[in-house]
């Protein structure tokens, strides 16, 4: 019996499936991307994703995260850890304090997948 693909089977820097305006998506990975897709969905961890992608040195700690939001930390931690479980983000525990780091594998198979070539001019 074979196990369905998982996020990390989907994320590899090796391409999974061409963009959808090209072909369609393979069954088997739909499912991983859309839960990738369904994370960035919320505003707040949208703000978040973009928040750990772009730190300087490429990572961040929850420190840094926690106190750009109005929200309790609690709430914050579930956030990212459904980024963590889509396969957004990649966490370490260091003494008290857990950075983040994003994984850009997923995030260059989600935009392949979104991505729309112009039209021939005839």
Known sequence: MSKSPTVSSV??????????????IPA????????????????IRLQLMSMIASA??????VCDLTPAFTLSGTTISHHLKV???AGLVDAERRA???????RPGLMRQLSLLL???????V
Do not use: H, T
């Open 11 to 24: 994320a590899e820097d090796v391409p999974c499936c061409a963009p959808m305006a090209d072909e369609r």
């Open 28 to 43: 088997e990975v739909s499912g991983p991307l859309a839960q990738a897709f369904k994370a960035l969905g919320d505003p």
């Open 56 to 61: 300087e040195g490429g990572e961040i700690c």
């Open 83 to 85: 980024l963590r479980e």
């Open 96 to 102: 008290s304090w857990v950075y983040y780091r994003s």
């Open 115 to 121: 991505a729309v070539d112009e039209p021939a001019e």
